[in-house]
């Protein structure tokens, strides 16, 4: 089927518009019974930079627990598509762990509170040393001593840590072992096509409901003039950004040519001021060594005066008898 490719910013901002689809799409990846959830608005944006294309989405999510408890969440999806400055994403991080969000109390009323913070990092590169797709990196209470892990959720320490999920596109099973990666398989760029990567031939499976959502989604998207002019627009901007990227990394290899060469000259300064030193140093052992025979030749004929001047002597007092 042929669907637009989400790997777009402004394609993967049009899907999870859809609240039923971003709903399911959290629930799936979080494995949690989501109730509901709200887009925040004011919260979404894309921001670029040299080498960086960022997509950023809030939600506040109503998650049902095992026990039936209610807990609201505020979920932080992002999406890069290259490697990234990664003080980008600790920013926007401590930028949600300073904001407040109206709770229900138990008693129904109402107060501003912090929520507890997931973050989903949707991933269009590889990171090296990471072989799965789906990552989660959880959080354990663990007694230090004992090394005993503690069945235990403690809401201050709740709000001082978070869960993250890192999503690598690009290593996506060919064969998804659970529903997990057949859903996420929509996001795989093993389906682009090569005349036009605006598009994804997908060949996954559409018989699995959340996966039939998103794709007849994303086939409404590709009709869309508006959709495919932004995604124009959005490999212009890529384009600029290789450029400027190019230009920067040659800009960089000049000045470390230059550098180079200016330790290649002070290496050789070094040296021959080394070579200098060598040779002053050679120079005063050369002269202290005749110092030392100077000062032997001295003393020895210091040595003869005096025996002479003892002979003379002698010499006198024989003549005077």
Do not use: C, W
Not at 85 to 99: A, C, P, T, V
Not at 117 to 130: E, K, P, R
Not at 226 to 240: A, G, P, S, T, V
């Amino acid at each position: 089927m042929i669907i637009a490719n989400p790997l777009y910013d402004v394609v993967f901002k049009y899907l999870l518009e859809d609240v039923e689809i971003a709903k399911e799409l959290l629930a799936a990846i979080l494995g949690e019974d989501i109730i509901s959830v709200e887009l925040k608005p004011q919260e979404t944006l894309a921001e670029s930079s040299r080498g960086i294309t960022v997509l950023r989405f809030d939600f506040n999510a109503v998650i049902r627990k095992k026990n039936g408890e209610l807990h609201k969440v505020l979920v932080e999806l992002q999406k890069a598509k290259q490697p990234m400055d990664i003080m980008r994403f600790r920013r926007y991080l401590g930028e949600n762990y300073r904001k407040e969000d109206v709770v229900i109390n138990e008693d129904g009323t109402s107060e501003s509170l912090p929520l507890p913070i997931i973050t989903i990092y949707f991933l269009g590169f590889s990171l090296n040393n990471v072989p799965s797709a789906i990552v989660k990196i959880n959080r354990v209470y663990r007694d230090v001593v004992t090394h005993e892990v503690l069945d235990i959720k403690n809401e201050f320490v709740e709000l001082l840590t978070h869960d993250s999920y890192i999503i690598q596109v690009r290593k996506l099973s060919d064969g998804p072992r659970n529903r997990l990666e057949g859903i996420l398989r929509v996001f795989s760029p093993d389906f682009e096509v090569s005349q036009d990567k605006h598009i994804l031939d997908f060949q996954g499976d559409t018989d699995e409901p959340l996966v039939k959502k998103i794709v007849e989604r994303l086939g409404r998207a590709i009709a869309s003039e508006e959709l495919r002019h932004n995604m124009n627009l959005e490999d212009e901007l890529d384009r600029i950004i290789d450029r400027e990227t190019h230009k920067y990394i040659l800009t960089i290899l000049e000045k470390d040519e230059e550098l180079a060469q200016k330790d290649n000259e002070l290496a050789e300064k070094e040296s021959q001021l080394v070579e200098k030193e060598s040779q002053l140093a050679e120079k005063e052992s050369q002269l202290a060594e005749k110092d030392r025979l100077l000062a032997e030749e001295r003393e020895q004929a210091a040595r003869r005066l005096t025996e002479l001047q003892r002979e003379i002597e002698e010499m006198k007092k024989k003549a005077g008898s």
